[in-house]
Antibody, heavy 117, light 103 residues
Framework: QVQLVQSGAEVKKPGASVKVSCKAS????????ITWVRQAPGQGLEWMGW????????DYAQKLQGRVTMTTDTSTTTAYMELRSLRSDDTAVYYC??????????WGQGTLVTVSS | EIVLTQSPATLSLSPGERATLSCRAS??????LAWYQQKFGQAPRLLIY???NRATGIPARFSGSGSGTGFTLTISSLEPGDFAVYYC?????FGQGTKVEIK
């Protein structure tokens, strides 16, 4: 069955970087994109960006441009999301999801990133 | 940029009742409108894609309809596990969510 398993919770100081991993299994990795979505405490869902697992093309949310980088490692069927220059309002649960385009049919369990001094 | 507005913000209903959730787009969108269910502490789950197609394993009591700028998610008869928050999505935009709570 399709599974996306994410890395564990992180606590970071303002200005630091975080890199979240998303290990995919149960399907042909290169056939589906990966979309990242985050959810601040008590808030709704925010689309962060998408990466093609086929050729590495990316599309990032404008508000995160310059701070976010999404990558994949096809040899380990793992996707990564790195967010730099962290601020307190980056505190959220970060989700990866499989993207058959343009909806998200399987989700990771989420990774809580807390930004606090 | 498309804005998706969901209404109502909260829907208070009893098990067995019918739930009707609305998602309105700020401009006409393609038929790539999806709905997700999110229970507390869990990841979202895809319910409906392309306006009216149920995702794998989704019961028939969930249905989607609409076109242009107006879309609806209907739950024909609420079961205890259906009380959750529901989001619509089109492209890079999510609605703000509708909470379906027990009356």
């Amino acid at each position: 069955q399709v599974q996306l398993v994410q890395s564990g919770a992180e606590v970071k100081k303002p200005g630091a970087s975080v890199k979240v991993s998303c290990k995919a299994s149960g399907y042909t990795f290169n056939n589906y994109g990966i979309t990242w979505v985050r959810q601040a405490p008590g808030q709704g869902l925010e689309w962060m960006g998408w990466i093609s697992t086929y050729d590495g093309n990316t599309d990032y949310a404008q508000k995160l441009q310059g701070r976010v980088t999404m990558t994949t490692d096809t040899s380990t069927t793992t996707a990564y999301m790195e967010l730099r220059s962290l601020r307190s309002d980056d505190t959220a649960v970060y989700y990866c999801s499989r993207d058959p385009g343009p909806y998200f049919d399987s989700w990771g369990q989420g990774t809580l990133v807390t930004v606090s001094s | 940029e498309i804005v998706l507005t969901q209404s109502p913000a909260t829907l208070s209903l009893s098990p067995g009742e019918r739930a009707t959730l609305s998602c309105r787009a700020s401009q006409s969108v393609s038929n790539h409108l999806a709905w997700y269910q999110q229970k507390f502490g869990q990841a979202p789950r895809l319910l409906i894609y392309d306006v009216s197609n149920r995702a794998t394993g989704i019961p028939a009591r969930f249905s989607g309809s609409g076109s242009g700028t107006g879309f609806t998610l209907t739950i024909s008869s609420l079961e205890p596990g259906d009380f959750a928050v529901y989001y619509c999505q089109q492209g890079a935009t999510f609605g703000q969510g509708t909470k379906v709570e027990i009356k």
